[in-house]
C-alpha cells in the first residue's frame, strides 16, 4: 500500500518510527512534514498529506501531532479527505468501516507507541464497508452544508 506518513515536531519521532515499521511490513511509505523536533506547524503536515491523497500519490495516511486534534482539523478541511483521529483499534476499525477515513490522525501525547502502532495496523487492515447505509452517510461529508 502506498501510504503517506506526516507529523508536526511533536509527532516527529512517533511518525519516524511509525514508518520504518511499515516500511519494514512492506509498504512503500513517503515521510511528510517535520524532519527533526524543531517546530514545525502542524497545519503543514496536514496540507501535505490531503494533498498526497487527493493527488493520488498516496492510497492512506497517517497523520501525527502531539494530540493527533489539530491535524485532523486542518487535514478535514479539504473535501475528499476524512481524517480520523483515534485512540483504540475499534474506532480505527469503525472510522474505516463506516466514515471510510482516509487518514489515520494520532496524538503522540496520548498513545504509546505500541498503541500507535497497533492502531494504526488496524486501520491498514480494516476495509471500507461498502453497505448502502454507510455509502448514503459518506457522501453527505462532502455535500454541500446547510448554513
Ligand atoms: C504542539 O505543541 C501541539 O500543539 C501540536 O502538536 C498538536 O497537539 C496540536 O493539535
Known amino acids: 500500500m502506498k501510504l503517506a506518513v506526516g507529523a508536526d515536531h511533536a ?3 512517533l511518525a519516524s518510527s511509525l514508518a520504518d515499521w511499515l516500511r ?3 509498504h512503500e511509505v513517503v515521510q511528510l ?3 527533526s523536533t524543531e517546530r514545525y506547524d502542524y497545519p503543514d503536515a496536514s496540507d501535505l498529506v490531503a494533498c498526497h491523497i487527493l493527488g493520488g500519490q498516496a492510497d492512506l495516511g497517517v497523520l501525527v501531532c502531539g494530540t493527533g486534534i489539530g491535524v485532523s482539523i486542518r487535514a478535514n478541511r479539504y473535501p475528499g479527505v476524512r481524517a480520523a483521529e483515534c485512540t483504540s483499534t475499534t474506532m480505527a476499525e469503525l472510522a474505516r468501516g463506516h ?4 487518514v489515520l490522525c494520532l496524538g503522540s501525547r496520548i498513545l504509546s507507541p505500541d498503541e500507535a502502532k497497533q492502531i494504526t495496523a488496524r486501520f491498514l487492515e480494516s476495509p471500507e464497508d461498502p453497505g448502502d447505509r454507510h455509502v448514503k452517510r459518506v457522501g453527505k461529508l462532502d455535500a ?3 448554513c
Open 144 to 146: 454541500e452544508r446547510v
Open 33 to 35: 512534514g517535520a524532519t
Open 24 to 26: 519494514g511490513l512492506g
Open 99 to 102: 466514515n471510510h477515513a482516509n
Open 11 to 13: 509527532g516527529f519521532d
